[in-house]
């Protein structure tokens, strides 16, 4: 029976780069950016800093490393640094190692960084890396997403112009922030007149593919007053791993993700938390495709399975909502640099919680949820963050 | 200031599978035949298990993925996996990440796994995968170690008759191991006159490329006795990284590793190892090739830097020697699956302390070592294993 480090481990500094098209920054050129970002947010010298844990799912890209290529950044050297790879939840579970070794006691201070280059590579945002198992089943990302996405329309009604409500939200929220990848707003209309990628999905349904790199310093939490008094408390961790086959599992109904379920449940039971879309203020969530920022209302309880369409649709999830999803702009409007979208979501939760989000600000935030979801849906990471 | 979490923490069960050329075995299959070995050694029933790491370097050879894989190998669902890549200290790391979920009071027992298949690859064990930040600089693994063994001979004396000896004494060890790649027995002269690869290595200098996993199960030390009365107990745990790029720093002196150095530092500290040498029964130790080997002694703290010839030449190392190192054949004649090789140095380490080790027991083994070393030399780890 898993236990509980509930308010063992606070926040204390976090960083995050401009999310684009960064032809000008190496991998390492994002990790010094962000990593002295957030040395600063927490007023610490990076001398403080124990060990990190580095979330990159190819690091080769953009002529970066692995765990050398964060010690050569940040002149960290003779220290452990650990990476961590889970498909897109890669940021979130490379948090949740740094939290638990904190937490274990063998560090008082601990850095978290996420960083990927995505547009020096072939793989181009819409297929996958060689060698990747979609393409050895001849699936892409878009593809295995669409097919879901059918089923559950078919099953629960709805279409694309629901899943048009999902991309016009983040764009607008994603126009407000100054590090966003797009900072544009859409019309349904352009998104419903994209072309289509797969279907239900066109242009404006799917993430792009982006540069960028995220950091958070994390301490006991007994300590975190000596760094600063908004500190952000690490409330819930969970995660969830199913097959990797998920397409050859008759048990699967393609209408949503069982990971981010189970995930969900851990964080919520670590948490305390009984009715999560009454408890939780704001939610940073996987919107790899308009259709998943759907599913995952339900899969984390906000909703009933098949209402996720009325959620968008009655505005829940807007910022003006009762549940505010995604205000920094999401995967759909800040990019997704796979292993530094889970840091750069608990940037924006903290940033959030603080107070600090500016023009995007979600009132009275005290509570706040981070997930990612990946693989072809198998692997989810939930982080319940909170103010002390 | 890092803590500790010395004696918090018990190997209750390990498992390998026989090392080599296993084509008849598919990534998962490794997983499953090392992780239900573990179990079965564990007496555990595998639904306790709470949480999983998997550690493996290129997880999309022999048609493998990454946490997804464990979870379809062990029908492991909806729990947490991580996978963990810290190049050859892949296997150790995931371990040391497991070990401090489990200090921390998140989970009571755990697994962790190290899984690689590469003879299924591109990748020819002397040369480096595509991408690899080796073939960058034009410079492949032999080559690198190879310039460090140069420099070393240069400044302290000795030659490829002190590197055969560590070869002739791994292969001997490797004979009487029904696991090992390599069984069979070889002499200084087949050493010497093996072709050459990267002088001073030739063939018999340098580990062969092996397919292999291993699996550990660990649980909260005050729950072992429920399991086994020869539980083994972690002592501590070091991991340091250094430069990527060595050979560029003007203060490498091209003749040891300062991640090693390093490394075994914060391990020792936690387990309050102050004579290495007097202290360590056995050490399994990363003899990728076999200058590494005696740039270990020395890194390790067990002679002085320099004397890691006299140490092999004098038999120091030998099974009846006073510090027993590689009992098990080490890479060179156990093999080098790069993953797998951290946790199946724990399985030694494991079936040595518990006296089960047959024809190559180390004698009163009351505490073990296990060290890898991975990169261009850059990133090490470290733990110390003992009885309770």
Redesign the interface.
């Known amino acids: ?5 509930k308010d ?1 481990v606070a926040i204390i500094g976090v960083g995050c780069t401009k999310f684009g098209d960064n032809f000008d920054q190496s991998f390492e050129d994002l990790l010094v950016e962000a990593g002295f970002a957030a040395f600063a947010d927490a007023r610490i010298e990076p001398e403080r800093v ?2 990190a844990w580095l979330g990159t799912f190819s690091p ?1 890209a953009g ?1 970066g ?8 950044a940040l002149r ?12 897109c939840a890669t940021g979130t ?1 490379a948090f ?2 740094a939290a ?2 904190v ?6 201070v601990a850095l978290v960084a996420g960083a990927e280059k995505l547009k020096d590579r072939p793989m181009r945002g819409l297929g996958w890396e060689g ?3 979609y393409q ?1 089943d001849g699936v892409t990302a878009p593809g295995v997403f669409a097919l879901s996405a059918n089923r559950y329309f078919h099953r629960f009604g709805g279409g694309r112009e629901s899943l048009a409500k999902v991309s016009v939200k983040n764009h607008h929220n994603g126009s407000m922030n100054p590090k966003a990848h797009f900072q544009m707003e859409v019309s349904e209309e352009q998104v419903l007149k994209s072309p289509i990628v797969a279907w239900p999905f066109g242009l404006f349904d799917c993430c792009p593919t982006t540069d960028g790199a995220a950091a958070a310093v994390i301490c006991r939490a007994d300590m975190a007053r000596q760094f600063r008094d908004d500190y952000v408390l690490v409330k819930g ?9 998920p397409w050859y599992d008759s048990a699967n109904e393609y209408v949503g993700f ?2 981010t379920r ?1 995930a969900s449940e ?1 964080a919520y039971r670590m948490a305390g938390i009984g009715n999560p879309v009454a408890e939780i203020d704001l939610a940073e969530v996987h919107d790899c495709f308009t259709w998943t920022e759907i599913s995952n209302y339900e899969d984390l309880g906000f909703c009933r399975k098949g209402e996720g369409t009325h959620f968008i649709g009655e505005g829940r999830s807007a910022l003006s909502g009762d549940l505010p999803v995604n205000p920094s702009g999401g995967l759909k409007s800040f990019g997704h640099p796979i292993g530094a979208s889970g840091v750069r979501m608990i940037y924006e939760v903290v940033t959030q919680l603080r107070g600090q989000a500016g023009a995007r600000q979600v009132r009275d935030a005290e509570l706040g949820l981070v997930h990612n979801l990946g ?1 072809p849906g ?2 989810a990471c939930v982080i319940v963050l909170g103010r002390p």
């Open positions: 029976m898993a236990g509980s480090i063992q124990e060990a080769y002529n490393k692995a765990s050398v290529s964060l010690a050569d960290m050297y003779g220290k452990p640094i650990t990476r961590v790879e889970n498909y579970d949740r190692n638990m070794a937490a274990s006691g063998m560090y008082d060698g990747h198992p050895h961790l969970g995660l969830a791993v199913t097959s990797g086959r069982a990971a189970a851990q693989g198998s692997v």
